[in-house]
Every structure is written in structure tokens, then in C-alpha cells.
């Protein structure tokens, strides 16, 4: 069990470097995976399962204490990434299936990896998980909601059917993860301890099928489709962290907001889009995927260098301190 659980957090530190190169993969041989389109809901679901395993209500007691810090970074949230996704439909002038999949991946809640990169980062850490959390939740509400009044201009939207799915989608694996845990307490211990595997091998083949089922689709339009996408990813995290400085939080709290704003659940917007659209409709979520991690990874390396400046009275103390 030991070398699993080390197995398990060495795939989950190079989470980026899987993805990167499964959907390489799936691009070259697609026949390889396309059998994995019909796994793609079931897989989702059981990344949500292992995120409720992993829920305790201590999680939720950063937004206790500070209320107004949660608030405000799940308003950013959803706020930004579905605003910044609406204005590069309207500036790339993007077809409805392509356009749908972005402002669809930017009304998602915070990706499954962000709290991972906010760690890394030396971020505030129970912020971030507070802020994944509350717009997981606040998903089945938010998500078709916002896509309904932001994409209806480009395709037909359903509300209810969206937000069906994502009860389904999310919310049920997630109470069934907390009760499992609730139930089985220092047992579930053991899964958690393998959850970084399952999770990105999970994720890696929901990858995987979306690249294989619309290889034709991403060769054609891959390169305007993954500008879009890198520009959606770094506009979050620099309007994230943007707000936190604005509201003059301390540099880890803007390190939090900078990644739980940037980083989408696009697992989730991949098998919406899947579900209620078209494979091509996915891309944009397969693709946010590949780059958010890469990105968020090189973001969290460069924050974990910054420091918070020390204060003039410090400086002072220090330079006239004798030696």
C-alpha cells in the first residue's frame, strides 16, 4: 500500500506531464480511445466522489472566518472567467460549437487541481479550499444559469437539463463521497491516500476521449481554439490576482484568488458539453485541461519565490541593528 500511495503522489505531481502526453496520443492514434467517449460521465462522476472523500467540515470553517475573503473569491470566479470567455467569443468571432465550449468551461467551478497549485505556491491554502468548494456547491445553479444567458446567442440552452446534469454530475458523487467518509471514517484513510492516482487517471482519459472524438475538428481549428483558451486561463489568473490586490489582501490570499479563479473544473465542462452539445463543443475543455495545469504549475512555482515585502519599520530595525 505504501509504494501505491507513493505511486499515487508522484502521478499526481506531474499531473500536467500525463495529460500533455495521453492527448498527444489521442491526437496521433484517436482510434486508440474513442471507446472512451461513453466513460466520460462515469469518470467525472468519480472524481467528484473522491473530492467528497476528501471534505471535512473543517473546510468549510474558512468561510466562518472569514466570510467576506470566501465571497469574494467565488464572485471573481464567476464573474471573470464566464465575462473574459464571453468578450473572446465576440473578439475571435468563434463558430456557436467552439463558442458555447468556451464560455461553457469558463461558467465551471474551480478545477479539481487548483488547490494543489495554491500549496505549491505557499498560497492560504484553507482559503482556496473554501473558495473550490463554495462554487462546487453553488454550481448546479450558477453554471447553467450563466451559460444560458451568455451562450443562448450562439446555440439553444436548456436550464433544467443543464442543471439536472449537474446534480448528477457533481453534487450526488460528492454526498455520497461525505457520507462514505461520515460511515466508514479511518478507513476511507486509505483511498484517500490513492485518490491523486485515480483522479488523474480520470481526468486523463476524459482527455483522452474528447481529443480522440473531435481529432478531425482540432486539427482544422486546434491552433485558434488553444490561443483562445491560453488567453482565457491567463486573464483569470491575472484578474484573480488583480482583485485580491485591489482589495488589499495579503499576498498569499492573492495567490489563492490568482489560481482559484484562473483554474476551471473543465473535466465537468468537457462532459456537459459532451452531453448537451457536440464533441466539438469539448474541445475547449480538453484543451483548457492540457494548459491549465502546465500554467498553473509554472504560476505556482513563480509565486512560491514571492514573498511578502516586510514592513519600512522592519527594514529599519534591520539596517541600524549592530552586527
Known amino acids: 500500500m505504501r509504494a501505491l500511495a507513493a505511486l499515487s503522489r508522484f502521478v499526481g505531481n506531474t499531473f500536467a506531464v500525463w495529460v500533455l502526453l495521453f492527448a498527444c496520443l489521442a491526437f496521433f492514434q484517436p482510434q486508440w480511445f474513442i471507446g472512451l ?29 472569514q466570510p467576506w475573503r470566501v465571497a469574494l473569491g467565488v464572485v471573481a470566479h464567476f464573474v471573470i472567467m464566464p465575462g473574459v470567455a464571453w468578450l473572446l467569443c465576440q473578439l475571435f468571432h468563434l463558430p456557436p460549437e467552439i463558442a458555447v465550449g468556451v464560455i461553457l468551461v469558463g461558467c465551471c467551478p474551480s478545477g479539481t487541481a487548483s488547490n494543489v497549485m495554491v500549496w505549491l505556491s505557499k498560497g492560504d491554502l484553507a482559503l482556496a479550499v473554501a473558495i473550490a468548494a463554495v462554487t462546487t456547491l453553488l454550481a448546479p445553479l450558477l453554471t447553467p444559469t450563466l451559460i444560458w444567458l451568455l451562450a443562448s446567442a450562439w ?3 436548456s436550464f433544467m437539463d443543464m442543471f439536472w446534469s449537474i446534480l448528477q454530475l457533481v453534487m450526488l458523487p460528492i454526498v455520497l463521497g461525505v457520507l462514505a ?3 466508514l471514517g479511518a478507513r476511507v484513510q486509505l ?3 490513492v485518490l491523486p492516482l485515480v483522479s488523474v487517471v480520470s481526468i486523463v482519459m476524459i482527455v483522452c476521449a474528447v481529443v ?11 491552433l485558434l481554439i488553444m490561443a483562445v483558451v491560453v488567453l482565457h486561463n491567463s486573464f483569470g489568473f491575472l484578474l484573480g490576482y488583480l482583485t485580491g490586490k485591489l482589495c488589499k489582501l495579503p499576498l498569499a490570499q492573492r495567490k489563492s484568488l490568482a489560481l482559484e479563479v484562473g483554474m476551471q473544473n473543465s473535466g465537468l465542462g468537457a462532459a456537459l458539453a459532451s452531453a448537451h452539445f457536440s464533441p466539438l463543443a469539448a474541445v ?4 483548457f485541461s492540457v494548459w491549465h495545469n502546465i500554467s498553473g504549475a509554472l504560476l505556482s512555482t513563480w509565486f512560491r519565490r514571492m514573498e511578502e515585502p516586510s514592513p519600512p519599520s522592519t527594514k529599519v530595525e534591520q539596517a541600524t541593528r549592530p552586527s
Open 155 to 157: 446555440l439553444p440552452v
Open 37 to 65: 467517449k461513453s466513460w466520460i460521465v462515469p469518470l467525472l462522476g468519480l472524481v467528484m466522489f473522491g473530492m467528497g472523500l476528501t471534505l471535512k467540515l473543517d473546510d468549510f470553517a474558512a468561510v466562518a472566518r
Open 212 to 222: 480522440a472524438a473531435s481529432q478531425a475538428k482540432i486539427a482544422e481549428s486546434g
Open 181 to 183: 467518509q461520515r460511515l
Open 284 to 287: 475547449p475543455s480538453a484543451l
Open 191 to 193: 483511498a484517500v491516500q
